[in-house]
């Protein structure tokens, strides 16, 4: 028998780490498949890689190249394929590239200067790819945001690649070879389409060219709170003319805008309270299939899909009930949603491929995957799939659904993983140490998909509990508007719940309970330690530390996120202050660990540095582990090893568990 939290388990820290390749945003041109591969193996670059009908692979983008977008900090929608051609914005000059063949250099179609581009998606009727651009301040002020399309068009002379290009200086001039372009430094006209909004998104042309769909909001909005969907005529040479709002406004989020093959709207908005499928026809707006599940997302990142309208105009759908994700089949004219069955709990990024759907897809015991599927028939196929375990499911803890009671005489939701090891027993009457995760966000949502960095502690003999407090996707807009005005408070008490629930129910040791939390949930588990004594050592990645300084240096996507989730700023500083760890770090008394990317600009390395001296200056344990060369989120194998290591440690010394037994 071995003590809970000393079992010797088959998955090391760097396992887990090289095993962590993040697959997302599948496409297809009609003649191949693609996705983007995030390789922490290859310091966390990112690759398009192609899928031709022989299921053979390359990378399109090659080597000395990461299709990587920064625009509002956390990109996407980084690439668009079109008529076996790529376009993509490189990470390392966020200018965008085009790419003839995998065996071409890729060619920059934007100048360089001070934009960032994101949500690229190909206009074919008029051989263009829409996109939104940032154009950073020179000094002082806020980016702008624009919708802009970019042209690169072939000639009919062979292979030879022709674009109406421009000077310097703005002049036309015209069509030049490819390589005579790069020679002279030009670059194709970019046209302005869309302006003026805080911020713009979902670039949307219809499938005749006529119009153009997108989606807009404000400060002090996010997009989740409210925004609003956009519909304007275009004109032969593409521009838009006459302009209408079709959805979204004050108390209304709108979200992934496409067009039928009818010329039907179809678009994802939250004026039920839960984030439910819509269509614009006729200049009419018609619920389809309402009910108390989520299609939506919030949208932190560009190029989010829940949803594909496939060829023959039926709608694949993925949609989440109580933290777990469903396919369906939509038939409008029927007006009827078929759930598929499939293996899956989680599916996400979908993307029409004629009749079938591709879309990321994992479950409780696999990996995420790029897969394919046919709603007709819920039958699926694997293009891609992470390195395989080597385990079987006896080694794997899966997500148990919890309900539990919280403040307010309310329920708040979670995921439970009990330990799993084959190898090992725990001793009779024992529990298991807890760690609890508080998600990031905070506006976002644990996940019952395979986690290996669950599996690194469940194997080792320790319960995980993965939070969904209030302020989670997931759950309708009134669950996620539980957060409003109580950031710090609200959150920290649905932990501190989840904890006290699971040590009552006798799954776990209330003496040996750890807290861990990332950016905005690394805030979170900080404000558990300095309000409650539940948690004895807390494991804080890239957290937000002061609240003060954050709304005063960050970026604008997030410049008045803090409105909602807290109060005005500057009329609120006392709350600020009040709810900050940083100005009580007194009353820390468990051992913290801290890690931190020294290129963060979402929660500068100063919140962590600021923090962690102020516990050392209290006599309070902190390990303060920096990692050059990472932002906001770790991307390199070395550095997730790293930490996963560190905090282990932390643990094993809070609850005096000794080594691994042998």
């Known amino acids: 028998m071995t003590p809970y939290g000393a079992w010797r388990s088959p998955l090391s820290a760097e396992r887990v780490a090289a095993a962590s390749v993040r697959l997302a945003s599948p496409r297809t041109d009609g003649r191949a498949t693609y996705w983007l591969e995030g390789r922490p193996s290859e310091g966390g670059r990112l690759v398009v890689v192609e899928a031709g009908a022989d299921g053979a692979r390359l990378d399109r983008t090659p080597p000395g190249f990461s299709a990587r977008s920064r625009a509002h900090e956390y990109g996407g929608g980084a690439y668009a394929v079109s008529e076996g051609v790529l376009y993509f914005t490189e990470d390392a000059d966020q200018r965008v590239y085009r790419q003839d063949d995998p065996a071409a250099a890729p060619v920059p179609l934007t100048p360089e200067g001070p934009w960032r581009y994101a949500d690229l998606v190909p206009d074919p009727t008029r051989r263009r790819v829409l996109c939104v651009r940032e154009t950073l301040p020179a000094s002082g002020g806020e980016p702008r945001s624009a919708i802009v399309a970019i042209p690169?068009?072939?000639?009919?002379?062979?292979?030879?690649?022709?674009?109406?290009?421009?000077?310097?200086?703005?002049?036309?001039?015209?069509?030049?070879?490819c390589s005579t372009l790069q020679a002279k430094g030009l670059t194709p006209p970019i046209d302005v389409l869309v302006e003026g909004p805080d911020f713009l998104s979902s670039p949307r042309a219809s499938p005749d060219g006529a119009r153009l769909a997108w989606v807009a909001w404000n400060h002090p909005d996010m997009p989740w709170d409210a925004s609003a969907l956009w519909v304007a005529e275009l004109d032969a040479a593409g521009q838009p003319g006459a302009v209408r709002r079709v959805a979204g406004g004050p108390g209304e989020s709108v979200f992934q805008p496409e067009w039928g093959p009818d010329g039907t709207l179809y678009f994802v908005s939250d004026r039920s309270g839960w984030w439910n499928l819509y269509r614009?026809?006729?200049?009419?707006?018609?619920?389809?299939?309402?009910?108390?599940?989520?299609?939506?997302?919030?949208?932190?990142?560009?190029?989010?899909?829940?949803?594909?309208?496939?060829?023959d105009g039926t709608l694949a759908c993925a949609y989440t009930r109580e933290?777990?994700?469903?396919?369906?089949r939509f038939d409008p004219q029927a007006r009827t949603l078929t759930e598929v069955p499939m293996p899956f709990s989680v599916i996400s990024d979908l993307a029409a491929d004629g009749a079938q759907v591709l879309a990321i897809a994992a479950g409780p015991s696999e990996p995420a995957a790029v897969v394919r599927i046919d709603p007709a028939t819920g039958s699926s196929e694997v293009l891609r799939q992470d390195a395989p375990l080597g385990l079987g499911g006896e080694w794997l803890s899966r997500p148990q659904h919890l309900s539990f009671p919280t403040a307010g005489s309310l329920q708040a939701h979670g995921f439970y993983y009990a330990p799993r090891n084959p190898g090992h027993r725990a001793p009779p009457g024992e529990r298991p140490p807890l760690i609890v995760r508080c998600h990031g966000g905070p506006t976002a949502a644990a996940s019952p998909a395979l986690d290996l960095t669950v599996q690194f502690?469940?194997?080792?003999?320790?319960?995980?509990?993965?939070?969904?407090?209030?302020?989670?996707?997931?759950?309708?807009?009134?669950?996620r508007e539980r957060l409003a005005g109580g950031w710090g408070v609200v959150d920290v008490a649905d932990c501190v719940a989840a904890a006290a629930f699971l040590a009552a129910r006798g799954d776990v040791d209330p003496a040996r309970i750890a807290v861990r939390g990332s950016s905005a949930g690394g805030f979170t588990a900080l404000s558990t330690l300095v309000l409650h004594d539940t948690f004895r050592a807390g494991a804080i990645y890239y957290g937000v530390t002061d609240l003060e300084a954050l709304a005063r240096d960050t970026h604008k996507f997030e410049a008045h996120y803090l409105d909602r989730l807290v109060?005005?700023?500057?009329?609120?500083?006392?709350?600020?202050?009040?709810?900050s760890p940083l100005h009580h770090a007194d009353r820390i008394r468990a051992p913290v660990a801290m890690f931190q990317g020294l290129e963060d600009r979402v929660v500068p390395?100063?919140?962590?540095?600021?923090?962690?001296?102020?516990?050392?200056?209290r006599g309070v344990p902190v390990a303060y582990h920096r990692f050059a060369g990472e932002g906001h989120g770790f991307?390199?194998?070395?550095?997730?090893?790293?930490?996963?290591?560190?905090?282990?440690?932390?643990?094993?010394?809070?609850?005096?568990?000794?080594?691994?037994?042998?």
Not at 459 to 475: E, I
Not at 639 to 644: F, G, I, S, W
């Open 605 to 617: 390395p100063d919140q962590t540095e600021r923090m962690a001296a102020a516990l050392q200056a």
């Open 457 to 479: 502690w469940t194997t080792r003999g320790f319960a995980f509990a993965d939070v969904n407090y209030g302020g989670s996707t997931g759950y309708g807009r009134a669950y």
């Open 280 to 311: 614009w026809r006729e200049g009419a707006v018609q619920a389809l299939a309402p009910m108390e599940a989520e299609l939506g997302l919030p949208q932190w990142v560009f190029g989010m899909s829940t949803y594909a309208v496939l060829a």
């Open 635 to 662: 991307r390199r194998a070395e550095t997730l090893a790293r930490a996963l290591e560190a905090e282990l440690a932390l643990y094993r010394q809070a609850f005096g568990l000794g080594p691994p037994a042998g």
């Open 152 to 177: 690169a068009r072939r000639s009919t002379r062979g292979s030879d690649l022709y674009l109406l290009a421009r000077s310097e200086a703005g002049q036309r001039v015209s069509p030049l070879a």
């Open 567 to 579: 109060g005005p700023y500057p009329e609120a500083r006392e709350l600020y202050q009040a709810r």
């Open 323 to 328: 933290g777990t994700w469903h396919l369906g």
